[in-house]
T-cell receptor, first 112, second 110 residues
Framework: DAGITQSPRYKITETGRQVTLMCHQT?????MFWYRQDLGHGLRLIYY???????DKGEVPDGYVVSRSKTENFPLTLESATRSQTSVYFC???????????FGAGTRLSVL | AQRVTQPEKLLSVFKGAPVELKCNYSYSGSPELFWYVQYSRQRLQLLLR??SRESIKGFTADLNKGETSFHLKKPFAQEEDSAMYYC????????????FGKGTLLTVNP
């Protein structure tokens, strides 16, 4: 049981299309995070959430939207995909009282 | 603003040689430091955190507040240590956000 799962694992889309990346965790962790991983940039925080219905911007939020209606889900939406959003996206979660984050397997997104 | 610097993008060593992956940080308070590792085709996972002061897979890391460093060391590298290593920092307390360095790709040659 992976505990935190991302879907899809791979996605190819075209510029201007809306894309939603899913993240689901079974631990009931309060905190969830979205990162993008790019060569030469490492991992950069896009958005995070401290609890259901509480979200906040990270380092690179432009062009992305998140929601968290349920504790276990934290979808990331690219409203109008651009080529610069081609990346590997990682979701992570963390329990209250610890700063250890647990990562999903990632979604590799290509925007053509 | 907090920042994590990993000066080496690539590091190549031979099996059995010592390895040190450098990490420097800037933060005015008392941070919590981590090393995360990503093996090929696997998800990112925690390797070490400084408050645990433990050795994992033969790796150790000591927080040096004077030099603002948290270098990762292993006396005898193994081929299975080949991976991407990320140093990360959080300001601690109830702030759960991590700031990552850009990563160092370690290759251990046979």
């Amino acid at each position: 049981d992976a505990g935190i799962t991302q879907s899809p694992r791979y996605k190819i889309t075209e510029t201007g299309r809306q894309v939603t990346l899913m993240c689901h965790q079974t631990w009931s962790h309060s905190y969830m995070f979205w990162y993008r991983q790019d060569l030469g940039h490492g991992l950069r925080l896009i958005y995070y959430s401290a609890a259901a219905d509480i979200t906040d911007k990270g380092e690179v939020p432009d062009g992305y939207v998140v929601s968290r209606s349920k504790t276990e889900n934290f979808p990331l939406t690219l409203e109008s995909a651009t080529r610069s959003q081609t990346s590997v996206y990682f979701c992570a979660s963390s329990a209250t009282g610890t700063n250890i984050q647990y990562f999903g397997a990632g979604t590799r997104l290509s925007v053509l | 603003a907090q920042r994590v610097t990993q000066p080496e993008k690539l590091l190549s060593v031979f099996k059995g040689a010592p390895v040190e992956l450098k990490c420097n940080y800037s933060y005015s308070g008392s941070p919590e430091l981590f090393w995360y590792v990503q093996y090929s085709r696997q998800r990112l996972q925690l390797l070490l955190r400084h408050i645990s002061r433990e050795s994992i897979k033969g790796f150790t890391a000591d927080l040096n507040k004077g030099e603002t460093s948290f270098h990762l060391k292993k006396p005898f590298a193994q081929e299975e240590d080949s991976a991407m290593y990320y140093c990360a920092l959080t300001s601690g307390g109830s702030n759960y956000k991590l700031t990552f360095g850009k990563g160092t790709l370690l290759t251990v040659n046979p």
